[in-house]
T-cell receptor, first 115, second 115 residues
Framework: AQTVTQSQPEMSVQEAETVTLSCTYD???????LFWYKQPPSRQMILVIR??????QNATENRFSVNFQKAAKSFSLKISDSQLGDTAMYFC????????????FGKGTSLLVTP | EAQVTQNPRYLITVTGKKLTVTCSQN?????MSWYRQDPGLGLRQIYY???????DKGDVPEGYKVSRKEKRNFPLILESPSPNQTSLYFC?????FGPGWGELFFGSGTQLSVL
């Protein structure tokens, strides 16, 4: 099974600042997908961003962008201009291409945005 | 509104009393799955289904059953719940093709406590 590691259990950032959440993964697959999901206090799981491994260009979604380093098996999430509403648990997830669609999740990073 | 509906949101039960958590999606997705979320462990997959009458085990299937008799519904059954099944449970669905391929749409979660 693929392993996803989020090495920062907790992080804090001030409003309007930039923060980067780390994620590394271990796989022998060449074709796969990576995701960042956000879980605010409401518990709802919300997709933040996704990256296809075959695409070299890093994905971006408004204030959220990733730094995908395939050789290093690294997939970090950068949040620019942090807002109070970004306070949440963030999960990195890996999905192997093909039958199953099973996501392997990391243990999560709890992000607190302070005024 | 496109959504995945789980019921109930909260459930307290006693050891050994059979229970069912329902999950329904209105997006005509082929793929559905169940995850459990425990502090410090992230989300782990229990069971998944690629289509009607097609189900398979995830990483932590012991003590759970599922069925997929209709495309929209994917109930999770605990025939003899035990305290170690106290957890937050999520149902999720995904299309198996098209632009949303692989993106999981999550229900709102069911917080289960087994006494």
């Amino acid at each position: 099974a693929q392993t996803v590691t989020q090495s920062q259990p907790e992080m804090s950032v001030q409003e309007a600042e930039t923060v980067t959440l780390s994620c590394t993964y271990d796989t022998s697959e060449s074709n796969y997908y990576l995701f960042w999901y956000k879980q605010p206090p409401s518990r709802q799981m919300i997709l933040v961003i996704r990256q296809e491994a075959y695409k070299q260009q890093n994905a971006t979604e408004n204030r959220f962008s990733v730094n995908f380093q395939k050789a290093a098996k690294s997939f970090s999430l950068k949040i620019s201009d942090s807002q109070l509403g970004d306070t949440a648990m963030y999960f990195c997830a890996f999905m192997k291409h093909g039958y199953g669609y099973a996501l392997n999740f990391g243990k999560g990073t709890s992000l607190l945005v302070t005024p | 509104e496109a959504q995945v509906t789980q019921n109930p949101r909260y459930l307290i039960t006693v050891t050994g009393k059979k229970l069912t958590v329902t999950c329904s999606q209105n997006m005509n997705h082929e793929y559905m799955s169940w995850y459990r979320q425990d502090p410090g462990l992230g989300l782990r997959q229990i069971y998944y289904s690629m289509n009607v009458e097609v189900t398979d085990k995830g990483d932590v299937p012991e003590g759970y059953k599922v069925s997929r008799k209709e495309k929209r519904n994917f109930p999770l059954i605990l025939e003899s719940p035990s305290p170690n099944q106290t957890s937050l449970y999520f149902c999720a669905s995904s299309p198996s093709f098209g632009p949303g391929w692989g993106e999981l749409f999550f229900g709102s979660g069911t917080q289960l406590s087994v006494l």
